[in-house]
């Protein structure tokens, strides 16, 4: 037995009425798509696989260019969904519901909407091409500046005295590792030997900044102060930060050519079109929350016997640890 419909078929319904109300019922047996398959028949009516991944995209259960496989359960119980919306569809025209004018009007927001989509995708594909991708990306990498990136250890103490004390030490051929093990405060680094791996001075505080912008493969840096204390660095290595990949940038490239698609062609068509807006300032928008009748009007003194509102409790202080 079916598990009975889903509040997710029941919210779809109006695009099926949509489809519905654009002509008479008619039985659909040509593919939609190029090679689309036939998975199943209500009342005449055809259920394409084409229609089961789209509303399984609308789902969110696939993303857009993911394939859904007909023999998997997914897509079974994506199909019981589609047979469900196709069932009430037929069953709300045929109660006449469609020509109540309020569902009138949801159908033909709903068209456009699909319309608009529509146009949008078609924009958007003939812009998103991976010559476009590629063109792009290397646009970028050129603009990019390459910044030096740096490998390094650390030791951090509570006071300048101490921190030459370990520059001195080291000077002297004393172990990093050990040392930062003994003596640095910074429990990040400490229990590995300092080791702050690869890094560029641009997710630094500004006194690693400084103190390491000129800095060679070997040097050994400080004492400077930091937060928490005193750092003595020493740079292991010095090397230019790699650029970022392709498939890296990929995602963030196709959101910037699709947002300046759909920006150029609003504009185009908010340019070409004479759009007034109606609504007043201060206009009551249907809908709209209101106050009771019986609210005090604002900076009223409440009336007598009414409550008072509670007064807010004072935030309890929370002691400071004693210092040891």
């Given at each position: 037995?079916?598990?009975?419909?889903?509040?997710?078929?029941?919210?779809?319904?109006?695009?099926?009425?949509?489809?519905?109300?654009?002509?008479?019922?008619?039985?659909?047996?040509?593919?939609?798509?190029?090679?689309d398959v036939a998975v199943a028949r209500v009342d005449g009516q055809t259920v394409w696989a084409s229609d089961v991944k789209r509303e399984a995209i609308a789902q969110g259960m696939i993303?857009?260019?993911?394939?859904?496989?007909?023999?998997?359960?997914?897509?079974?119980?994506?199909?019981?969904?589609?047979?469900?919306?196709?069932?009430?569809?037929?069953?709300?025209?045929?109660?006449?519901?469609?020509?109540?004018?309020?569902?009138?009007r949801r159908l033909a927001a709903a068209r456009k909407r699909v319309l608009g989509d529509v146009l949008v995708g078609g924009v958007v594909e003939k812009a998103v091409t991976e010559d476009n991708i590629q063109t792009l990306y290397k646009e970028q990498q050129k603009l990019s500046a390459q910044s030096d990136e740096f490998k390094a250890r650390q030791i951090v103490v509570a006071t300048q005295p101490a921190a030459e004390d370990v520059r001195k030490l080291l000077a002297t051929g004393a172990s990093f590792d050990s040392l930062a093990m003994e003596r640095s405060t910074d429990s990040a680094t400490r229990f590995n030997g300092g080791d702050l791996g690869y890094f560029t001075l641009d997710v630094m505080s500004p006194s690693y900044q400084t103190a390491l912008k000129d800095a060679a493969p070997g040097q050994l840096i400080g004492p400077f102060p930091v937060e928490g204390g005193w750092a003595v660095v020493r740079v292991d290595e010095k090397r230019a930060e790699e650029p970022i990949s392709i498939e890296a940038a990929r995602p963030q490239i196709v959101r910037f050519l699709t947002y300046g698609?759909?920006?150029?062609?609003?504009?185009?068509?908010?340019?070409?079109?004479?759009?007034?807006?109606?609504?007043?300032?201060?206009?009551?928008?249907?809908?709209?929350?209101?106050?009771?009748?019986?609210?005090?009007?604002?900076?009223?003194?409440?009336?007598?016997?009414a409550p008072s509102p509670p007064t807010p409790a004072k935030p309890q202080k929370t002691p400071a640890p004693e210092k040891k």
């Open positions: 037995m079916r598990a009975p419909a889903s509040l997710a078929t029941l919210l779809v319904v109006a695009m099926a009425l949509t489809l519905a109300a654009c002509g008479p019922k008619v039985v659909d047996d040509k593919p939609p798509e190029t090679g993303s857009e260019g993911e394939p859904l496989d007909i023999q998997s359960e997914q897509f079974r119980q994506v199909l019981d969904e589609v047979v469900d919306r196709e069932l009430l569809a037929a069953e709300a025209i045929r109660r006449g519901l469609d020509k109540d004018p309020v569902v009138q698609q759909v920006r150029d062609l609003l504009e185009k068509l908010r340019g070409a079109a004479k759009i007034e807006t109606l609504l007043k300032k201060g206009q009551a928008v249907p809908g709209a929350p209101s106050e009771p009748a019986n609210a005090p009007p604002a900076g009223a003194e409440p009336s007598a016997g």
